[in-house]
């Protein structure tokens, strides 16, 4: 039977504070339109600027992105370069490769020619199977082979230095990926810096510019006081010391543990009262 009581109890109490709270929001509603308001629209309505200053690693990011087309065209170039050069390196040896064919084509028949001439003219002095003669095509045979050796050895020298032009490409391509690299971190560190610098810039700006809204704002609430100041706070009072009384009056017949009980679990009833919230403890303390 107890617990029946103090759960009906409890039920009043709670109707009692859910009571007091909308009698104290009337009130309030009642004296919202006496009571002047500040009018912030100057300010409010004013775009806002807001800058958020990026990490290290994300300005870093992003100038590593601005620079991706300069990359990508730096190493393309430099790859271009290189196999180009491989591809000349090849032309030249196939040139020198026609060359020796073309030398070798120009000594055989040179050869021919000369062991024909040989042959017509030993003819018609009738001395075609004589020593002269074969002494005479030994020698063109011997300069034959002579010139053959000649032209490959120049052949071979060529192909000597065309090979080496490999290394040398080769180190021009490690040279320019050096140079590269040293400029590709100059570039990026310059970029990040700018950003940096830019970020920086746009947040003392929005900074500046949020100041002198804030500035803006200081000085509705400084006019706002100077003009209403006064009235708000007679008002403001007025509308606390009746809603006290309104609080008053539902609890001073109620048991002091019940009024208690009450203040303590609607804390809003402290907010809407102010600095009478004290005194209304001290009334229904008697």
């Known amino acids: 039977m107890a617990q029946i009581i103090e759960t009906k109890k409890s039920g009043t109490q709670q109707d009692i504070g859910k009571s007091i709270l909308q009698s104290l929001e009337q009130i309030k509603s009642s004296y919202d339109s ?22 290290s690693a994300e300005i870093k990011s992003e100038a590593t992105k601005d620079l991706e ?3 990508s065209a730096s190493l393309n170039k430099i790859n271009t370069d290189y196999y180009t050069n491989l591809q000349s390196q090849q032309t030249a040896k196939q040139n020198s490769k026609a060359d020796l064919q073309n030398n070798i084509a120009v000594i055989n028949n040179k050869a021919k020619q000369d062991i024909e ?31 053959l050796t000649s032209a490959k050895q120049q052949y071979l020298s060529k192909l000597d230095a065309i090979n080496l032009k490999k290394d040398i490409y080769e180190q021009q391509k490690e040279l320019a990926l ?7 971190a100059n ?7 700018t950003l940096t610098s830019q ?11 949020q100041s002198l809204i804030d500035q803006k704002r200081s000085q509705i609430e400084e006019d ?9 706070a007679n008002l403001t009072q007025d509308m606390q ?19 208690q009980e009450i203040l303590n679990n609607n804390p809003k009833i402290e907010q809407y009262l102010g600095d009478w919230y004290s005194a209304l403890k001290l009334w229904l303390n008697r």
């Open 34 to 55: 006496k009571i002047p308001k500040v009018d912030y629209s100057q300010v409010d309505n004013l775009p806002t600027r807001q800058v958020v200053m990026p990490t």
């Open 69 to 71: 087309n300069y990359k």
């Open 117 to 147: 001439t040989l042959q017509a003219k030993s003819i018609n002095q009738g001395i075609e199977n004589s020593s002269i003669v074969d002494n005479q095509k030994a020698t063109i045979a011997k300069q034959r082979i002579a010139d």
């Open 178 to 184: 050096a140079k590269f690299d040293i400029a590709y």
């Open 187 to 193: 570039k990026l560190n310059k970029q990040i810096n």
């Open 199 to 209: 970020y920086n810039t746009a947040l003392k700006n929005a900074e500046e510019y």
């Open 224 to 232: 706002f006081d100077a003009k209403y100041g006064t009235t708000v």
């Open 241 to 259: 010391r009746e809603m006290t009384y309104d609080v008053f009056v539902k609890l001073k017949d109620l048991p002091k543990d019940q009024t």
